[in-house]
């Protein structure tokens, strides 16, 4: 069956299973035939014609299902095969092959019964408009019926016949919705009452207008109607001047912190605004302690080939064995997924520039607990297998691929262990630089371009200014996305913007769900499984806790859960998912719908919920008490590797 949701067409299994029972069941006819009356003509026949008709059905599926064609060319291919299905039909019919084979006149009447059957195939399961199913239909009605009223004695019964098919067809063709007609006599009918704003450039415009064109109506409606109608009206009115006001807003897609607060308790309330929330405050950072660019590879990406061929297949794909192996996972992961989209032989980069860029970005992570390389390259195994469980895998493009594979690598490079609101609330240099603005992202960005205008490292040197211009507005997009402080902003936006049909084959749509994708990608450890996730949340809670010792000896308010005598610490991984992971990868596979996810990624999510919030104490843990849940040895925890 072919679903007509917008413009995207999808076909269903329950549309295959009709389609080859009424093969069967053309089958069975030929051989109860043959057993019945002995006429091999018709076996052999019917057989040739049916193996036919199913060599060229399953050509135009696999075909279809392989390539992943668009609405059109699916449209196409399904009409061509409904009509050859009923030639075949008729050709196949005992009466008809009787007929030309041997002159025998017979009963025609039973082909008129397949005919229904194979005209209830054809309703809205494989047309998105009425007008190619009358064509059809009507096409191989009237060739059936003008070939029975010439060569049968039973021409009463063929005309009745025929004009119940006929009325079948009409009849099923009703059931097709013919949106572009429906859609223009509500444009021209919405203009007849609302008028047409001529200066509207943008749907919103058109939104505010058509409001004010409502709220004036209802006051004159008002005006002109009794008092009953006087107090409705002017709720109504209210609403309307309300939601008008709430569209001229700044930005409509700025969560405020109440709404996004008021059902949670008061640490989790300054957490997320602390963190989500763009805050402002005045020391300078020093550059961490023990910056050891890793450059020492132990295994190079051929010797470990085996082991990364899961990525993008196993969501639970263990990083740190990689890291622990190569001491390069960057490099190693890096190189693999980008021959793994042939990248290389695409944009034709050589493979040396490739490799540069790479030790590049892996040597410009330092040492910290958990904002390091083997993060960066877990967030790109992330990535990938979310591309490749969705729907938008059939239409990423390789530009797309190789812009968001360095974006994945790039999201934290140079990152210092410390927060945005860290580097402004102490004038950090980075944050005179980016005026407060996603400090850190802007950073990150900045300093892959910067690794791209070196000669040796620039695998962009041959591009377009076009496409330069193209995959540099995907990376910086999805770098600057992984700003905790617009996830909220990005949620609302990604929940009002595609809450119905998506659009996959339009690429403004592909760059809003690349940033969703990297920043489900970037907090993704919480999705895995319990052994994984602990040790992620290890080496964070180990870097959350060095910022609020630093705090602390600064003299200035220490980050909400990076206090290391007084965090709670189940109950801060808890209000992590509950309040910022659940909701994000809730959004994103409302837009994508893929099982796999919800399985493998969404119901973790809660079972990892369930399993800080069953070991929460009722009152605040001290650090000698963390031992009992293993956090009590975080500084002993391996940077970068497996704890």
Request: proline content about 2%; charged content about 20%.
């Amino acid at each position: 069956m072919i679903s007509n949701k917008g413009t995207s067409l999808k076909v269903n299994n329950r549309y295959y299973i009709m389609y080859y029972c009424l093969l069967l069941y053309l089958l069975g006819h030929s051989l109860a035939f043959y057993h019945n009356y002995g006429h091999p003509k018709v076996l052999v026949v019917g057989m040739v014609l049916e193996f036919v008709l199913l060599i060229i059905s399953l050509s135009i599926i696999l075909a279809n299902h392989h390539y992943e064609s668009n609405d059109k060319v699916l449209q196409i291919s399904f009409m061509s095969l409904y009509l050859i299905t009923g030639l075949t039909i008729i050709f196949t019919e005992p009466s008809v092959i009787l007929f030309l084979t041997e002159s025998i006149k017979s009963n025609f009447l039973h082909g008129y019964f397949t005919l229904s059957i194979y005209i209830t195939l054809g309703s809205k399961s494989i047309f998105a408009r009425r007008i190619w199913l009358f064509i059809c239909s009507y096409i191989v009605l009237a060739l059936y019926s003008a070939f029975c009223f010439v060569k049968s004695n039973d021409k009463p019964e063929i005309v009745i016949s025929a004009v119940l098919l006929g009325i079948e067809v009409y009849y099923k063709a009703g059931e097709i919705k013919c949106l572009s007609k429906n859609y223009k006599i509500v444009i021209t009918e919405q203009e007849q009452i609302l008028g047409y704003n001529d200066e509207a450039k943008t749907p919103l415009d058109e939104i505010i207008f058509e409001l004010k064109q409502a709220i004036e109506k209802f006051e004159k409606l008002a005006q002109s109607s009794g008092s009953k109608m006087k107090v409705p009206s002017k709720e109504i009115k209210y609403l309307l001047e309300g939601v008008l006001k709430k569209l001229q807003a700044n930005n409509i897609y700025s969560s405020r912190l109440d709404l996004v607060t008021k059902n949670m308790d008061i640490e989790n309330k300054l957490y997320i605004e602390q963190e989500f929330f763009e805050s402002h405050g005045s020391s300078v950072l020093s550059p961490p302690d023990n910056i050891q660019p890793k450059n020492v590879i132990e295994y190079s990406m051929i010797e470990l080939l085996g082991i990364l061929k899961p990525i993008g297949l196993e969501w639970n794909f263990n990083t740190f064995f990689v890291s622990e192996c190569s001491r390069a996972p960057i490099k190693v992961i890096g190189e693999y997924t980008i021959k793994l989209y042939r990248l290389e032989e695409t944009f034709k980069f050589p493979e040396c520039k490739m490799i540069n860029l790479l030790s590049k970005i892996e040597s410009n992570y330092f040492d910290n607990p958990y904002h390091n390389s083997c993060h960066a390259a877990d967030v790109l195994c992330s990535y990938i297998y979310l591309i490749s469980n969705s729907i938008i895998k059939r239409y990423i493009n390789s530009l797309e691929w190789l812009g968001s594979i360095l974006a994945c690598l790039a999201h934290d490079v140079r990152h210092p262990a410390k927060n945005n609101r860290y580097l402004i609330m102490t004038q950090n240099d980075y944050s005179i630089t980016y005026n407060d603005i996603s400090v850190l992202e802007n950073m990150h960005s900045s300093t892959l371009f910067s690794f791209l205008q070196i000669s040796d490292s620039n695998i962009l040197s041959d591009f377009t200014i076009d496409k330069y211009q193209q995959i540099r507005k995907i990376i910086i997009d999805m770098i600057l996305a992984t700003d905790m402080g617009k996830h909220f902003d990005l949620i609302s936006y990604m929940k009002n913007k595609y809450s119905e049909d998506v659009d996959f084959a339009n690429g403004d749509t592909r760059g809003d769900l690349l940033k969703i994708f990297i920043k489900a990608a970037d907090v993704g450890h919480a999705a895995k499984c319990i052994e994984l996730h602990e040790k992620w949340c290890k080496l964070v809670l180990e870097e959350f806790f060095a910022q609020g010792d630093l705090e602390k000896s600064k003299g200035i308010p220490i980050s909400m859960f990076c206090d290391r005598e007084n965090t709670n610490i189940n109950k801060s991984q808890a209000g992590f998912i509950k309040n910022i992971v659940l909701s994000l990868y809730e959004t994103l596979n409302f837009i994508v719908n893929s099982e796999e996810i919800d399985v493998n990624c969404v119901k973790q999510l809660k079972l990892n919920l369930k399993y800080w919030e069953s070991a929460q104490s009722p009152r605040l843990q001290s650090s000698t008490e963390k031992d009992e849940f293993g956090f009590g040895s975080l500084r002993n925890v391996r940077r970068g590797s497996s704890p």
